[in-house]
């Protein structure tokens, strides 16, 4: 249990009211106690009716009566008993798992405390949580979204859990705050999840429409203070092997503390319509559209290991590369910095036309961006043997006349040798071993001279993109 006090009730009832509502509450029960309990200890269909007589009877029932855990276990929501459970005051424990809503369900500015259970709970489109306030310990693991779910300013204290949830189109965490050790690992999610901050000001706009009183707005933001909660920021937070089916945006937020978005530590079984859903261990996160950090400040212990960028090459594409890049830049984490480097590269490499897409794909097969050091090796290799054959056919080496001889076999690799690795003081040496090998015709001489400095030029080429990747694998900055 939170050992910190408890927040004021959402709506303010003067005293002759709450004693009309407890008659009311009371009265839920009266002659049906064998099929519902009692007040102090409701059965599952007691819950049910108390939900049914509204928000002002739940409420006051609730402060009467605090013990009680909520229990809505595998209940169907859908149809006709259908509720609204926006401002309801659930207290500790309350437990929703393997519930199914249909379309709509509204949780607008309710209140949990510790220990809320979705776990497995199946939602429709639309579901609503905005302004909803939960404790330690919030569990929606397995719980299963359509579009459109929304918990733009929701309140998490420590530990919330949405392990393996599965979320539609839209899935909305607009200036949402969590505590520490917030975890999204292995979630699903469809195009357009957001979790963009919000300032302080919208935020307290947002909750003031949905809790409609002013006092409601200052003691959230008073909850919020003495737990460290931001809109703008993220505590410790996990999205390991999480899965970002179109774009995703965590556009202005400041991460406080450890932040994965890399590999699942753990297989994972989740509970579907059709069975099971094997999540396996070691699946990495994988952002198959455009993953927007703009305005972000990552904390030191940020990782990507083992993400996977997906998304299809366009300028928007690139920008987010770009950010993250440069974010990783400012900590000085090359590693990082250079991994989204290469990414920028390759979505540049997708949208540039002309020349530049030429050469940029040349960079590419060459060097991998410059981060391959066995590329340009096989290359400057590929271009020794070939310029080698070159040169053995005009030396008449292995030309028409089917003779080898030895000592012009050695001449003709060492020629091949020195322009290969076009090191200083062998002009000498070179030139002397032309005058042996080659008839001294001015056109052949000429070929020779072109051939020479196309060798040597591709030579420095694949010299210095080994020097690059080379200076990249061990994180040296120029």
Not at 241 to 257: E, I, P, W, Y
Not at 273 to 289: C, L, S, W, Y
């Amino acid at each position: 249990m939170n050992s910190e006090p408890s927040i004021p009730e959402t709506t303010t009832l003067a005293a002759p009211d709450v004693e009309v509502l407890l008659v009311k509450a009371r009265a839920v029960f009266t002659d049906k106690e064998q099929e519902r309990g009692t007040p102090e200890a409701p059965t599952q269909a007691g819950f049910l009716a108390l939900a049914r007589a509204g928000k002002e009877v739940w409420n006051a029932w609730r402060k009467a009566y605090p013990i009680p855990r909520a229990d809505f276990n595998g209940l169907d929501f859908r149809g006709d008993i259908g509720i609204n459970f926006s401002g309801f005051s659930f207290g500790n424990g309350a437990m929703f798992n393997d519930a199914q809503f249909g379309n709509g369900a509204n949780f607008d500015g309710a209140q949990f405390d510790d220990g809320a259970r979705f776990h497995a709970t199946k939602f429709g489109n639309g579901a609503r949580f905005h302004a909803t306030k939960f404790g330690n310990g919030a569990r929606f693991s397995d719980a299963q979204f359509g579009n459109d779910a929304m918990f733009n300013g929701a309140q998490f204290d420590n530990r919330a859990r949405f392990c393996s949830a599965q979320f539609g189109n839209s899935a909305m965490f607009n200036g949402a705050q969590f505590g520490n050790g917030a975890n999204f690992d292995g979630a699903q999610f469809g195009n357009g999840a957001s979790f963009a901050a919000w300032d302080e000001l919208i935020t307290q706009n947002f909750w003031r429409e949905r809790g409609g009183e002013e006092f409601f707005v200052q003691q959230r933001g008073s909850y919020a203070g003495a737990h460290g909660l931001r809109s703008d920021a993220f505590h410790g937070i996990s999205f390991r092997g999480a899965q970002f089916k179109g774009d995703v945006s965590f556009q202005g937020r400041t991460f406080l503390s450890k932040t994965d978005f890399g590999q699942t530590l753990d297989k994972m079984t989740v509970k579907t319509p059709d069975g099971e859903r094997v999540i396996p261990k070691g699946q990495p996160t994988r952002f198959k559209g455009i993953p927007n950090f703009h305005g972000c400040t990552l904390y030191q212990n940020t990782s990507f290991d083992h993400a996977e960028f997906l998304a299809p090459p366009s300028a928007e594409t690139a920008r987010a590369y770009r950010t993250l890049k440069l974010a990783f830049a400012q900590q000085h984490a090359i590693r990082e910095e250079q991994r989204f480097f290469k990414l920028e590269m390759q979505a540049e490499t997708g949208i540039v036309t002309g020349h530049r897409k030429r050469l940029y794909q040349l960079y590419e097969i060459v060097s991998d961006y410059g981060f391959s050091h066995t590329r340009p090796f096989k290359y400057w290799l590929y271009c020794l043997v070939g310029f080698a054959l070159i040169y053995g056919l005009l030396t008449g080496t292995y030309g028409w006349n089917g003779n080898i001889s030895w000592e012009r076999t050695m001449q003709w690799a060492h020629y091949a040798l020195l322009n290969a690795v076009p090191l200083p003081g062998f002009d000498k040496t070179l030139e002397v071993l032309r005058g042996d090998l080659f008839p001294r015709g001015a056109t052949i001489q000429l070929l020779l001279t072109v051939l020479e400095i196309l060798h040597k030029t591709f030579s420095l080429l694949a010299f210095f993109l080994i020097g690059l990747a080379l200076r990249n694998l061990f994180k040296m900055k120029g």
